[in-house]
């Protein structure tokens, strides 16, 4: 009877540390990288019910946010990003927020109303999110230069607004001609070794 | 965390949880079950009631047969202050109780069953969220 009972305490002793094993391994962390590949196209909706592709934003820098209105940290990030749209949308910039709520424009616009967005929000969806590598963990956060290339990709709230600003700012400056990705200076120290 | 050794969990992203026991209940009476939940280390899930209207409350929902949830019982939460939130935010972590009463019709048949349940959370960390989430959980029960 003891050997009974204490082969299942190890048993089931075995089964939990699997569990706490397969947990240590965060998700969204084991992505191949995506930097210095096509960002790929989509086609999703506007709040205004516009269909929006990848492709209109052609020849300008495009931060791609993944978000959703009940991620905390992601309202860390959008006055960052608010600000960044109004300094330097005349610059060929534009920030892109893809909300991944699964209430949809229920959730959205109202939460659009109180932050004061003042840049696109479109609605996700899983789909668009599996093409982007698979969007486990929000925010995520991709930075696209003028030729559509990734120029690097982040996985929750990034180092700080300016080490962001100098990124997009290097990806402004570079020669149109010139595919930005995978450069150093201020991308690698954005994006670390992803 | 010490994980408890004789919890079976079911998990899905970095909760888990499972009942802690077997319920036994008496046609026409009540019980407690005790559901056990284990959070991975750095992760908090919003609980039952969280201030801000946008967040996504924990909810433990029950089959209505062949036993009645009369009422769930959550944990009294933690309120903890993140970057993102100019007030605390009320969360739970690390290992708690949910604790269900449920009442036996008189009809209710004799013998074994099992009753089954869904515990919703939306799981973050200081820097990220995860989707929400839905465990399905089962317990058995012996209706006496």
Not at chain 1, 34 to 59: C, I, M, R, W
Not at chain 1, 117 to 125: Q, S, T
Not at chain 2, 69 to 78: F, G, I
Not at chain 2, 93 to 104: C, L, Q, Y
Request: hydrophobic share 40%; proline share 7%; with cysteine.
């Amino acid at each position: 009877m003891s050997k009974t009972i204490s082969a299942l305490a190890v048993c089931s002793a075995v089964c939990m540390a699997l569990f706490y094993t397969a947990c240590v391994n965060r998700p969204g962390t084991a992505k191949s990288s995506v930097k210095g590949k096509s960002a790929p196209e989509f086609a999703l909706k506007d709040a205004n019910g516009q269909t929006v592709h990848l492709a209109d934003y052609k020849g300008k820098v495009v931060l791609l946010d993944f978000w959703a209105t009940w991620c905390g940290p992601c309202k860390i990030e959008i006055p960052w990003f608010m600000d960044f749209e109004q300094q330097f949308k005349d610059r060929g910039f534009a920030v892109v927020g893809v909300s991944m709520d699964e209430d949809g424009w229920t959730a959205v616009k109202p939460y659009l109303v109180r932050m004061k967005v003042n840049y696109r929000i479109l609605l996700g969806n899983d789909q668009v999110g599996t093409l982007y590598g698979g969007v486990d963990s929000l925010p995520t956060t991709f930075l696209i230069d003028r030729q559509g290339k990734i120029a690097f990709k982040e996985i929750g709230v990034s180092t700080g607004k300016e080490e962001f600003k100098d990124a997009i700012v290097h990806l402004l400056d570079a020669p149109r001609d010139v595919a930005s990705a995978a450069t150093g200076g201020p991308l690698a120290v954005l994006a670390g070794a992803k | 965390m010490a994980p408890w050794p004789s919890l079976r969990a079911q998990s899905n992203g970095v909760l888990a949880a499972a009942p802690a026991e077997r319920l036994n209940i008496k046609r026409g009476s009540s019980a407690e079950l005790k559901l056990k939940a284990q959070l991975q280390p750095g992760f908090h899930v919003n609980s039952n009631t969280p201030a801000d209207e946008y967040l996504i409350p924990l909810k433990l929902t029950w089959t209505k047969e062949p036993l009645e949830a009369e009422q769930v019982t959550y944990p009294k939460p933690e309120l903890e202050k993140y970057a993102f939130s100019a007030n605390p935010v009320s969360v739970f972590s690390g290992n708690f109780e949910i604790v269900t009463r449920f009442k036996a019709p008189a009809t209710a048949p004799p013998g074994l069953a099992i009753i089954a349940g869904k515990l919703r959370y939306q799981a973050c960390n200081n820097k990220e969220c995860l989707p929400p989430r839905t465990i399905d959980l089962r317990a058995t029960v012996n209706i006496e």
